[in-house]
Each structure stands twice: as structure tokens, then as C-alpha cells.
């Protein structure tokens, strides 16, 4: 069965198709949509999506675009994507100490998410907030100046 | 010292993201301006400020807009690079958050002197308040006659469209920006042709970065002689710092270029976190080469000052560096940065960078030996000088190489010598 955008969704996409002079700028909004509705992206969504866009837009060409950006899931995430910045300028202010904190409060490893799908760890780099560090990315929101009490805090509350 | 606002005046008003107290507080005389003049009239102006460009390369910013020819038939664009992810560097975003409006109106008027109809915020995919607050700005301006068909009556027109990246740093780069917008991998062009030739859809192309775009309605608004008077001879102007790493104040500040960088750090930062010595400060984001304390007592931040320190303004991002800090760990995690980023089409890059980071991983774990940091030396001046389409390979030198021979000490300490591991003084924590 092939993926079925949101009615949403697809009036979401006419509309950016007219938005552009070229329709294959399509392929990244339109991907960011997929995400939206399941979370991740995968061949089916993209299949759809490259439908939508029509031709010459092929699932290749989609594919190709979404493994080169980070931003796109290609595996499915636990409800709550906790993104840690590994980077130098939130290292210095302790975010590897606030990983290992993390770590042992979920019981997981970087890279996995815990047995109930509630919650996805992982390490990357610059979000952009070093003068904030240490920091995490949960879904669409930052989390900046955390101490392990503030940490503690915030996971609590995501229920 | 103070600092010297002339960006972010108003940032800190809790209503500074709004079209009316934006307006109230002379917000769109600039452009009112620029509408009511000749394009050749506003680069004139531009370039008469001296304005230089804010995202890294400080190009002039009226003799880039003088590049776009004038008589093809080919639609022109115009382009926000919003795609701020250099370590170090997060000052783009408090822009965005608070003084979208701003960035709108330098964007109108860079389109009227450019002759652009349409124009793209391409905006880093993270930065989601940004996306809510630029796009709800851009909505109001819609609304109120300041984007669209026929600007305030003056029958010029300027479509703009948000657009939100995926997370590559790469795409900061002005040609895999377009590439990206163009449904694309963030893969760099060759150049030539520039984009003021032939950039986004083959179409003459300007990109320019929030700071810029911000700084533009100032320079119209209050003309070109008051805003060259401010700053220094060849680096005119404020420019906005964002300070991360030990000090007790980390935070984005706008100061008068010329500035020396250790007042940045003392008075206006509050000092070192925790009253540690400085031990380096890395002054332009993490690309450009290290300071050590003592040539930060004679730095001054701006162009000039950085180029006779042999190092760069770059992104104007400030990383001050504590004593204490492992420097072999930080040099580790800047070239994992950019062997993650690195978009693999040319081999020095591709190859380099990674190999690069595997030598100090291998270093800081106490299993490399002295031909490991000769290695990395020798692969650092093949990953650089024009080897590569694009400058992230030799971002990663710059990243790399200065540290290694200003503090060598430090990475032979770490040399096949696992009690002095041991030894190392953890780095400096906020937590």
C-alpha cells in the first residue's frame, strides 16, 4: 500500500509547488512534511512525495536528498528526540557530563531509544546555542543553560 | 566599555518581533528611502559606508550588489542566508528571533537595488521560534503593503518565501545554499560562473547574511558618512559578537569594530568563568586560527587587527578558552565537526577531514605517536589552498593546525603516555 498524504498536507504541497519557479525546491519542504505526519522518512513517503512532485522528480532524487541532511529521521525516533550538541563550545561548558547524566537517567546509550519508545538519544553537532550550553534539542525545542536538576526537571515533565 | 547598538537597540523590548512597535521606533525609513530612489543610487550608498559582509568572508557588501548585470532578461533573486551553524556562532538567530522586521526591510531594500522581484529566507531547519517568528513576519508585512505587488505605491514588487534547511552546515556556503533551495544536495558549485551571473535557477543571484541584511536599513536611514564614521578605516561600523565557552557572561554582543577583544571579554562578558586564567580565544568561530593569551592582549576586533594576528573576524563568534581546558579534546571535537559536515565531493575534504579526525582521536586516547602529529600536519597542507571546490576543508585546518603548533606541548604530552591521560586536568564545566 503506498503512503496517502494528509489532505492537509497535500494542499500544503499545491501550494508550495506554485511557490517556486521550479518545482524539484518541492523536495525538501516536502520531505519536512513527511516527517511531520509519521515522525521519520521512509521509501514509501518518499515515493508519494516524488509522485506529487511529478516528473522528471523521481524517488532517486528524493532518496539522494534526504540521506545528505541530518534533519530528516530515516529510522523511526521515540516520541521524544532528545538531540544532544556535542560540539566543542557546549563541551567546554559540560555537555558530556550532561550526556552521561542523561544516559544513566534513561537507562540507554547514545543512539537508542528506551524499551517503551518514549524517548531517542542522540549526539550532534552545532545546533547553534553555544553561548547557552550546554544544551539538548527535544523535537522542535531548544533547552539551553541545563544542569542536571533542570535536566531531571524536563524529563519528568515529558510524559 | 559599552556596547555600541545600533542592530539591537531594541532587541531586548519584549515586543521587538512586532510590525507596530517596530514602526514606532523608525522601522521601514530606510526603505521608505530606498523606494524613492535609483537601485545604482542605494549601492552607491552601500558601498560608500564601507559595509563589508557579515556571514564570514567580509566581502563589500555594495560592490556584490554592483555585480548583478543589468540588462539581461533573466529574473534576478535575492537570498537571506539564515543558515547559521558555524561552532561558535549564534548571533544570526537572536536577529531573527527578536528582529525579524529588520531583516525584511534590508532584504526590500537590497531587492530594489538589485532589481530582484523575489527573494528566499533560507533559514537553518533547527531554528523553529525563528521559522514561527520570521514567518509571522513576513505574514504582517504582506498585510501592510511592505512585500507583494506594487511596495507603498512605488511600483516596485518583492515576493518573499521562507525556506527552512535540513541540517547541513554546508549549506551556509552561498552556492550549495542554492543548490539546496533548488531540491538539491548542499553540494558547493564551482565557481565561476558566480552567482551574480548565474546562481539560483541559473539566474543572477545576490546572498547575503542576516547581519548584513540588518545593518542596511541603518545606513539608508541615517546615510553613508555617519555609519563609515563608526568603527575603523576598513572595518566601518558595529558588528555583533556572540561569546561562548568560560566566561561568566556568554551571550551575543554588539560592540564598535576596532574594539580590543580582551575588553570584550573582561567588561562587557564579566571575565573569566570561575576567575580562571585565559588560556586561548578562538576569535572568528571555529574555523579560524587559535589565539594564544598573550596575542589576545594585542588583538583588536576587527579586520585589520585579525589579519596582522594571522587569524580572521570570520563568523564573529568569540570562544574564549579557560586554563584548564583540554585543547587536544576540543581540536578533536572541531575536526569530528567538520568530518560530519564535510558534503564529500572533492577528495581532500572528504578524505582529509576524517583521516584528520581519526589521528586525534587516536592522540587523545594516548595511542598516538609523534609521526601520527606529523601526519596531520602533512595532510593539512593538501586539504587546503584551493584543493577543493569549496573552503570547509580548509575551515577544518584552520581548526586544526594553529592549535596543534601553538600548544604542541600539549599534544605530545599525550603521546603513547597514558599516565599523563591520567593527569589531565578536566576541562572547565558550567554544570
Known sequence: MSYQFSSQSVARLDK????????RSVILPGLYLLQKEQGYVDREGMEALADKIGSPISLAQVYGVATFYTLYNKKPVG????????????????????????????GIEIGETTPDKKFTLEEVECLGACGYAPMVQINDAYYENLTFEKMDEILKDLT | MAEMKILTKFIDDPRS???????????????????????????????????????????????????????????????????????????????????????????????????????????????????????????????????????????????????????????????????????????PRLKPPF??????????????????????????????????????????????????????????????LGTPL??????????????????????????????????????????????AHKTMLGSGAVIVIGEGTDLVETTYRFARFYAHESCGQCTPCREGTHWVRDLLHKIREGEGTSADLDLILSLARNMEGGTTICPLSDACVGAVRPTILKFKHEFEARLKDKAGKEEQIPAQTGV
Open chain 2, 262 to 307: 580582551l575588553e570584550l571579554v573582561n567588561d562587557l562578558c564579566g571575565g573569566m568563568l570561575d576567575d580562571v586564567p585565559l588560556k586561548a580565544v578562538i576569535p572568528g568561530g571555529s574555523s579560524v586560527p587559535i589565539l594564544t593569551a598573550e596575542e589576545c592582549k594585542t588583538a583588536n576586533m576587527d579586520f585589520e587587527s585579525m589579519a
Open chain 2, 17 to 187: 518581533n512586532e510590525l507596530e512597535f517596530y514602526e514606532s521606533v523608525h522601522g521601514y525609513d530606510g526603505m521608505k528611502k530606498a523606494l524613492s530612489i535609483a537601485p545604482e543610487e542605494i549601492i552607491e550608498i552601500v558601498k560608500k559606508s564601507g559595509l563589508r559582509g557579515r556571514g564570514g568572508a567580509g566581502f563589500p557588501t555594495g560592490l556584490k550588489w554592483s555585480f548583478i548585470p543589468k540588462d539581461i532578461p533573466k529574473p534576478k533573486y535575492l537570498i537571506c542566508n539564515a543558515d547559521e551553524g558555524e561552532p561558535g556562532t549564534f548571533k544570526d538567530r537572536k536577529l531573527i528571533e527578536n528582529l525579524p522586521h529588520q531583516i525584511i526591510e534590508g532584504m526590500v531594500i537590497g531587492a530594489k537595488a538589485i532589481g530582484a522581484n523575489k527573494g528566499f529566507f533560507y533559514i537553518r531547519g533547527e531554528f523553529n521560534k525563528g521559522i514561527d517568528s520570521m514567518q509571522k513576519a513576513i505574514d504582517e508585512a504582506y498585510a501592510k503593503g511592505y512585500l507583494g505587488k506594487n511596495i507603498l505605491g512605488s511600483g516596485f514588487d518583492f515576493d518573499l518565501v521562507l525556506y527552512a534547511g535540513a541540517g547541513a552546515y554546508i549549506c551556509g556556503e552561498e552556492t550549495a545554499l542554492i543548490n539546496s533551495l533548488e531540491g538539491r544536495r548542499g553540494h
Open chain 2, 195 to 256: 552567482p551574480a551571473v548565474s546562481g539560483l535557477y541559473r539566474c543572477p543571484t545576490v546572498v547575503n547574511n542576516v547581519e548584513t541584511f540588518s545593518t542596511v536599513p541603518h545606513i539608508l536611514d541615517k546615510g553613508a558618512d555617519w555609519y563609515s564614521k563608526i568603527g575603523t578605516e576598513k572595518s566601518p561600523g558595529t558588528r555583533l559578537f556572540s561569546v561562548s565557552g568560560h566566561v561568566k557572561k556568554p551571550g551575543v554582543y554588539e560592540i564598535e
Open chain 1, 16 to 23: 508550495l509547488l506554485e511557490m517556486f519557479p521550479d518545482k
Open chain 1, 79 to 106: 516520541k521524544y528526540h532528545i538531540q544532544i550538541c556535542g560540539t566543542s563550545s557546549c563541551y567546554m561548558r559540560g555537555n558530556d557530563k550532561l550526556e552521561k547524566h542523561i544516559c544513566s537517567r534513561l
